[in-house]
């Protein structure tokens, strides 16, 4: 089941054309990628949203983050887990990496115990650039030089209110570029070569 909510949709039919909605409330998806409305297939846009995901040590602040995130109207589209139940972090850190990393949601959240095990899975990934922001500074510099674009937080580390000041910084702070947009360049060009030599 995937959950989506605030975000703009589109609706593209080969006969009818393009719909547009407004902002969703809370929709819910058997399937990631189409919503079939009276027998037709309708494929699902998505902008501007925020792929959020956890283990079972993270599933209560990530209750936390999405109820910020409904107050900030920010879009997002969650990956679960949704229980307390014991699971394995690389299978939701797969899923939210994943799609960012294949450009189809801009940015990622994703929460652990510690917020190691997601950040290791996390960085395996092209273009990804996860931060583990367990406070305010490395979460506003991990925007600003890093342009870090999956934030993960360990939900034994951090508190409910540290943990949404870190969302708050960290949606809301841009990249500087210049200089740190060299060093970035840098890093894909190292992804590059690892792909050439088949690493
Ligand atoms: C689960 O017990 C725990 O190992 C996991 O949430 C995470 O902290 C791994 O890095």
Known sequence: MLVVAGVSLRFDHPVCGSYFFGKTRKLKFAATESLILDNESFYLTIEMTIAIGCDHAGVELKKDIISLLD????????????????????DFGEKVSNDVSTG???????ICGTGIGMSIVANKFPGIRASLCNE??????SRLHNDANI???????????????????????????????R?????????????KHGV
């Open 136 to 141: 305010l500074f490395t979460a506003k510099m």
């Open 104 to 110: 189809k949601i801009e940015k990622g959240i994703l």
């Open 71 to 90: 107050d900030l109207h920010i879009g997002y589209v969650d990956y679960g887990t949704d229980s307390s139940e014991s699971v394995d972090y690389p």
């Open 151 to 181: 934030l993960v937080i360990g939900g034994r580390i951090v508190g409910k209110d540290l943990a949404k000041e870190i969302v708050k910084t960290w949606v809301s702070t841009p990249f500087e570029g210049e200089r740190h947009s």
């Open 183 to 195: 060093r970035i360049e840098k890093i894909s060009r190292i992804e590059d070569r690892l792909k």
